[in-house]
T-cell receptor, first 117, second 113 residues
Framework: AQKITQTQPGMFVQEKEAVTLDCTYD???????LFWYKQPSSGEMIFLIY??????QNATEGRYSLNFQKARKSANLVISASQLGDSAMYFC??????????????FGAGTRLAVHP | KAGVTQTPRYLIKTRGQQVTLSCSPI?????VSWYQQTPGQGLQFLFE???????NKGNFPGRFSGRQFSNSRSEMNVSTLELGDSALYLC????????????FGSGTQLSVL
């Protein structure tokens, strides 16, 4: 069955430092998509970055980059130069490959990131 | 460009009642998905609507239902509320094709007493 695993319930990082949030996934389908979302205390899920299984290069969006290691089935999020506003819950998600490509996402349990000044 | 709008933001109901939540997607988006978020179960997919048709459904009982209108706005309904239905209900919209990002709203926090 498809599954997303985030093994870090909580992470601390000093402001301006880089931090890596781990995500591993399990699927037998060769075609899938991986997402990272940020959820601040307000509750809204904010899209950060997307990686397709056939993408040749790791995705990057500003201070966010995705370390995609397909053979290891991992899709770690790297946040460079952390800011206080980065404190939030971070969710890794996979588009369910068996949903016909529709918008059904499977989410991990999340990692709570705290950025300290 | 306005984002995904969910109303109401907070809702308190008692067991046995029913509730209707509303979601207005981003203009031009035809797909609306609903998710339930609880501390114990995390984020779980409820269903997705595209062009007024449900095209995907999660593993939830029949008490959870939804619909989509011609303007792409969507509602979800929960009948005979149970304590375990207390959750943050998130709505997401997209253009509707695979490989796109989903834009989420701020959610409706439902408390069942």
């Amino acid at each position: 069955a498809q599954k997303i695993t985030q093994t870090q319930p909580g992470m601390f990082v000093q402001e301006k430092e880089a931090v890596t949030l781990d995500c591993t996934y399990d699927t037998s389908d060769p075609s899938y998509g991986l997402f990272w979302y940020k959820q601040p205390s307000s509750g809204e899920m904010i899209f950060l970055i997307y990686q397709g299984s056939y993408d040749q290069q790791n995705a990057t969006e500003g201070r966010y980059s995705l370390n995609f290691q397909k053979a290891r089935k991992s899709a770690n999020l790297v946040i460079s130069a952390s800011q206080l506003g980065d404190s939030a819950m971070y969710f890794c998600a996979m588009r369910d490959p068996f949903s016909g490509g529709y918008n059904k996402l499977i989410f991990g349990a999340g990692t709570r990131l705290a950025v300290h000044p | 460009k306005a984002g995904v709008t969910q109303t109401p933001r907070y809702l308190i109901k008692t067991r046995g009642q029913q509730v209707t939540l509303s979601c207005s997607p981003i203009s031009g988006h035809r797909s609306v998905s609903w998710y339930q978020q609880t501390p114990g179960q995390g984020l779980q997919f409820l269903f997705e609507y595209f062009s007024e048709t449900q095209r995907n459904k999660g593993n939830f009982p029949g008490r959870f239902s939804g619909r989509q209108f011609s303007n792409s706005r969507s509602e979800m309904n929960v009948s005979t509320l149970e304590l375990g239905d207390s959750a943050l209900y998130l709505c997401a919209s997209s253009l509707g094709s695979a490989g796109e990002e989903l834009f989420f709203g701020s959610g409706t926090q439902l408390s069942v007493l």
